[in-house]
């Protein structure tokens, strides 16, 4: 698909296993060309856990960059070789806060800081909720490391959680969007959920950075 703005060429600054950082000469539709920094960087999900009595499931995480703990979602990136984003999304409920879900939808799709960088998420709400068998989280290396390893979990009111979108308590983007989505949704009658397992549209831009 033709957007009228053309890449003229590329240089590679940066590449690791996560992402990269390229500077492109990018032609404008009048003519003009204009220098760009581009971030590819790998899709992601995340999703809203929701129990019983409108409980949701938060989680507090240190991202160095912030140099603080933020609320957020489940997340984790589609780092595995040919995995499904919904099952990306199932094996991060079980590795991150020992979950399964019976009833899964695609909630929102993000686009993040698109001016910089392609990076995307969606975001899924999961319900039925039961507890990983004490005996499979080995298995499945719950607990993690880093970061990962000093995870801690809350259940939250949905109301409450967005008000506390709302007061500015909680910023991280996916959880922001999530937390409002799910309560749009509910305010619907969960009408306009979407299945689990649709690609992500439009199609052009369903690709994912070279590794």
Same mark, same amino acid.
């Given at each position: 698909?033709?957007?009228?703005?053309?890449?003229?060429?590329? $240089?590679?600054?940066?590449?690791?296993?996560? #992402?990269?950082?390229?500077?492109?000469?990018?032609? #404008? !539709?009048?003519?003009?060309?204009?220098?760009?920094?581009?971030?590819?960087? #790998?899709?992601?999900?995340?999703?809203?856990?929701?129990?019983?009595?409108?409980?949701?499931?938060?989680?507090?995480?240190?991202?160095?960059?912030?140099?603080?703990?933020?609320?957020?979602?489940?997340?984790?990136?589609?780092?595995?070789?040919?995995?499904?984003?919904?099952?990306?999304?199932?094996?991060?409920?079980?590795?991150?806060?020992?979950?399964?879900?019976?009833? @899964?939808?695609?909630?929102?799709?993000?686009?993040?800081?698109?001016?910089? #960088? &392609?990076?995307?998420? $969606?975001?899924?709400?999961?319900?039925?909720?039961?507890?990983?068998?004490?005996?499979?989280?080995?298995?499945?290396?719950?607990?993690?490391?880093?970061?990962?390893?000093?995870?801690?979990?809350? @259940?939250?009111?949905?109301?409450? *959680?967005?008000? $506390?979108?709302?007061?500015?308590?909680?910023? &991280?983007?996916?959880?922001?969007?999530?937390?409002?989505?799910? *309560?749009? *949704?509910?305010?619907?009658? @969960?009408?306009?959920?979407?299945?689990?397992?649709? !690609? @992500?549209?439009?199609?052009?831009?369903?690709?994912? !950075?070279?590794?």
């Amino acid at each position: 698909m033709s957007t009228g703005y053309e890449t003229v060429s590329a $240089r590679l600054i940066h590449r690791n296993h996560i #992402m990269s950082l390229r500077v492109e000469q990018v032609r #404008m !539709p009048g003519g003009q060309v204009a220098e760009r920094d581009v971030i590819d960087r #790998m899709g992601a999900v995340a999703l809203v856990a929701r129990a019983a009595a409108d409980r949701i499931l938060l989680l507090s995480q240190y991202p160095h960059p912030v140099r603080g703990f933020l609320v957020a979602l489940p997340a984790g990136l589609l780092d595995k070789e040919g995995e499904p984003p919904l099952a990306a999304a199932r094996r991060e409920l079980a590795e991150e806060a020992g979950l399964r879900a019976t009833d @899964w939808h695609t909630l929102l799709d993000l686009r993040l800081t698109p001016a910089a #960088m &392609n990076h995307r998420v $969606r975001v899924y709400l999961a319900r039925g909720l039961t507890t990983v068998p004490t005996a499979e989280r080995y298995e499945l290396g719950q607990g993690g490391e880093y970061e990962e390893a000093d995870l801690r979990t809350e @259940w939250m009111d949905l109301d409450e *959680a967005v008000d $506390r979108v709302h007061a500015g308590e909680i910023q &991280n983007d996916a959880a922001v969007a999530g937390i409002l989505a799910t *309560a749009t *949704a509910r305010a619907r009658g @969960w009408r306009t959920l979407r299945p689990a397992d649709l !690609p @992500w549209l439009p199609a052009h831009l369903d690709e994912q !950075p070279a590794r």
